[in-house]
């Protein structure tokens, strides 16, 4: 009975809680990746040394010419819990209105290509926001 009151306190207590947080590659930014990212230049080495290990790889068709050899993703999503304590009705509140307890979240996805080199041919980078914009 103690430890069944003591987790709905915890369960309770933690509504009151702003929690933010990222996932992914943290670093991964616009302004990273246009000035580090040198079409023609960087190579894959330099990449993963300034990234990390992507969190996919797809290897291109040799049937394409022109196509890139291998494209590597990379993504990083950021929560932010509201600002205003809401409780536990507040919360449930918002995820049955929103599927989410966050205010917002905000993903963005770079996609580098690579030459059968290993030398970046090009990159795509996008970012989506949901939510409350500051």
Same mark, same amino acid.
């Given at each position: 009975?103690?430890?069944?009151?003591?987790? *709905?306190?915890?369960?309770? !207590?933690?509504? *009151?809680?702003?929690?933010?947080?990222?996932?992914?590659?943290? @670093?991964? !930014?616009?302004?990273?990746?246009?000035?580090?990212?040198?079409?023609?230049?960087?190579?894959?080495?330099?990449?993963?040394?300034?990234? +990390?290990?992507?969190?996919?790889?797809? !290897?291109?068709?040799?049937?394409?010419?022109? +196509?890139?050899?291998?494209?590597?993703?990379?993504? @990083?999503?950021?929560?932010?819990?509201?600002? @205003?304590?809401?409780?536990?009705?507040?919360?449930?509140?918002?995820?049955?209105?929103?599927?989410?307890?966050?205010?917002?979240?905000?993903?963005?996805?770079? @996609?580098?290509?690579?030459?059968?080199?290993?030398?970046?041919?090009?990159?795509?980078?996008?970012?989506?926001?949901?939510?409350?914009?500051?």
């Amino acid at each position: 009975m103690k430890i069944t009151i003591l987790l *709905c306190l915890l369960f309770l !207590s933690s509504g *009151c809680a702003d929690v933010s947080t990222t996932t992914g590659t943290p @670093k991964l !930014s616009r302004s990273l990746v246009d000035s580090r990212l040198i079409k023609g230049e960087t190579t894959k080495a330099k990449v993963r040394a300034l990234l +990390g290990e992507p969190q996919s790889t797809v !290897s291109g068709d040799a049937n394409i010419s022109g +196509g890139p050899a291998e494209t590597w993703t990379y993504t @990083k999503t950021f929560y932010r819990a509201p600002k @205003k304590k809401e409780g536990v009705l507040g919360r449930v509140g918002r995820y049955v209105a929103t599927g989410s307890t966050y205010d917002r979240v905000e993903e963005s996805v770079l @996609k580098v290509m690579f030459d059968d080199q290993g030398i970046v041919t090009g990159h795509t980078f996008s970012t989506s926001v949901a939510g409350v914009r500051d």
